[in-house]
């Protein structure tokens, strides 16, 4: 069983800053594939970044340049430096862990809410 908990979300002027954090607990491999999907009403969920067992990363077009992931020193915790931010990244963001091709887990979800 696996249990994600993200924090650090919170309210935020554009062009601030916000450090995402997700902590895993009850994993089986100390490098699994994390990341972070984001999601607003009405909305299908976005991938913004993902990070590989191998180290590669991904990023949504929107937030290249912008948003930063990265695995923490335990392995078992992955941050979402968010920089720039714009009103558009508004939304719930939620870290997943992927066991395997058909076993992902997911946290409970953290609000970041810029305002203009």
């Known amino acids: 069983q696996v249990q994600l908990v993200e924090s650090g979300g919170g309210l935020v002027q554009a062009g601030g800053s916000l450090r995402l954090s997700c902590a895993a607990s009850?994993?089986?491999?100390?490098?699994?594939?994390m990341g972070w999907y984001r999601q607003t009403p009405g909305k299908e969920r976005e991938l913004v970044a993902g990070?590989?067992?191998?180290?590669?990363?991904n990023y949504a077009d929107s937030v290249k340049g912008r948003f930063t992931i990265s695995r923490g020193s335990t392995k078992n915790t992955v941050y979402l430096q968010m920089n720039s931010l714009k009103p558009e990244d508004t939304a719930v963001y939620y870290c997943?862990?992927?066991?395997?091709?058909?076993?992902?887990?997911w946290g409970q979800g953290t609000q970041v809410t810029v305002s203009s």
């Open positions: 009850g994993v089986i491999s100390s490098m699994n594939t």
């Open positions: 990070l590989t067992s191998g180290g590669s990363t």
């Open positions: 997943y862990l992927d066991r395997s091709y058909y076993s992902r887990s």
